[in-house]
Nanobody
């Protein structure tokens, strides 16, 4: 079992920045890929960015150049640095760990005002 706790969400004006953190505990040795997903009201959950244990990253096109995912294996934590935020980035952001079973955090709200 893996437990995930997200933090760092909040309200920010368009053009601002936020950094999300996701701390993993439990069977952390089994985690391969970690990632961030988001879900806006009335929409399906979508991938934002992923990072493997080896550091390979993947981003959805709309966040490339603005968001950066990183991972500290020693702290069992994954981060999402979000810059140049836009109102369309508003959503609940979820952390996911794959072992290959998928584990989800409880989510953290990000609201970007125009």
């Amino acid at each position: 079992q893996v437990q995930l706790v997200e933090s760092g969400g909040g309200l920010v004006q368009a053009g601002g920045s936020l950094r999300l953190s996701c701390a993993a505990s439990g069977s952390i040795f089994s985690i391969n890929t970690m990632g961030w997903y988001r879900q806006a009201p009335g929409k399906q959950r979508e991938l934002v960015a992923t990072i493997t244990r080896g550091g390979d990253t993947n981003y959805r096109d709309s966040v490339k150049g603005r968001f950066t995912i990183s991972r500290d294996n020693a702290k069992n934590t994954v981060y999402l640095q979000m810059n140049s935020l836009k109102p369309e980035d508003t959503a609940v952001y979820y952390c996911r760990a794959t072992t290959p079973s998928n584990y989800w955090g409880q989510g953290t709200q990000v609201t970007v005002s125009s």
